[in-house]
């Protein structure tokens, strides 16, 4: 069993940024895609983000060039660089850790983006 911990949500303006950080309360060893989802009122939870053990990122075609992916492994943290937020980016950010094949899911955190 993996837990995970998400930070760095708020209320913040268009055009600003926020970081989100999660944190996995395991070892690493078995840690293979990490990533970030979101979920905004009446919306299905969609892919936001993911990263790879590897290093490899990918990125929904909405935060390209807008969103950052990050990890360290040796503290357990996966990390999510917002800049230029749009009012659109608002919602609750999932963190996802897949370890050993099984995913494990965050509580979220809120962010809210405000024109």
């Known amino acids: 069993q993996v837990q995970l911990q998400e930070s760095g949500g708020g209320l913040v303006q268009t055009g600003e940024s926020l970081r989100l950080s999660c944190t996995a309360s395991?070892?690493?060893?078995?840690?293979?895609?990490m990533g970030w989802y979101r979920q905004a009122p009446g919306q299905q939870r969609e892919l936001v983000a993911t990263?790879?053990?590897?290093?490899?990122?990918s990125y929904a075609d909405s935060v390209k060039g807008r969103f950052t992916i990050s990890r360290d492994n040796a503290r357990k943290m996966v990390y999510l660089q917002m800049n230029s937020l749009k009012s659109e980016d608002t919602g609750v950010y999932y963190c996802?850790?897949?370890?050993?094949?099984?995913?494990?899911w965050g509580q979220g955190t809120q962010v809210t983006v405000s024109s």
């Open positions: 996802l850790v897949v370890r050993w094949g099984s995913q494990y």
């Open positions: 395991r070892s690493t060893l078995g840690i293979g895609t």
């Open positions: 990263i790879s053990s590897g290093g490899s990122t």
